[in-house]
């Protein structure tokens, strides 16, 4: 089993991501009622694309022992919450969506992060998240415009 889709089906319940078949490339979940905590770091090796957006996830976000050949993970609209650190996220990753929830304190995002995770089509990386601080971005690396920033009320240390 390589591709498994199960989006807008109203499941309800908790489910388990930590023993998923190894050859699994791709994981929908969208736009159910599943809800409790999520672990992401025993997730299958080959996966490339992993969609929880539109749910009721809840706890914190490990986002440091993604899959190497992760390409694309939405986490947004849940109520995830704490800290979040972007600091190792897998080399390939080109979309991260973790709008809409309630995670704080500060991302860390080293120099050239934001090269390799694109901005969202529906507004800012973590627009949504109200208690949540940006560090770390440098001129010409984070290019979003002034309208995708909403929403991000503790937004500092923007260099130039």
């Given amino acids: 089993m390589r591709k498994v889709s199960l989006h807008e089906n109203k499941f309800t319940g908790e489910i388990s991501l930590e023993h998923l078949p190894e050859p699994l490339q791709y994981l929908c979940l969208t736009d159910n009622e ?11 090796p080959a996966l490339t694309l992993l969609r929880l957006n539109k749910n009721n996830f809840t706890g914190s976000l490990d986002l440091t022992r993604l899959p190497e050949h992760l390409r694309s ?9 704490g800290e979040v650190d972007v600091s190792q996220l897998p080399k390939k990753l080109k979309d991260l ?8 304190g500060t991302v860390q995002a080293p120099p050239g992060v934001f090269c ?38 503790k937004l500092s240390n923007m260099h130039t």
């Fill in 34 to 44: 599943l809800s409790g905590t999520i672990c992401l770091t025993s997730l299958p």
């Fill in 97 to 104: 969506g973790a709008q809409n929830n309630r995670l704080s």
């Fill in 73 to 81: 993970i939405r986490l947004s609209d849940n109520m995830f919450s």
């Fill in 116 to 153: 390799w995770v694109d901005r969202c089509r529906t507004g800012a990386l973590f627009d949504g998240n109200k208690d949540l601080t940006m560090e770390n971005m440098q001129a010409g690396v984070f290019r979003l415009t002034a309208t995708e920033f909403t929403n991000m009320n």
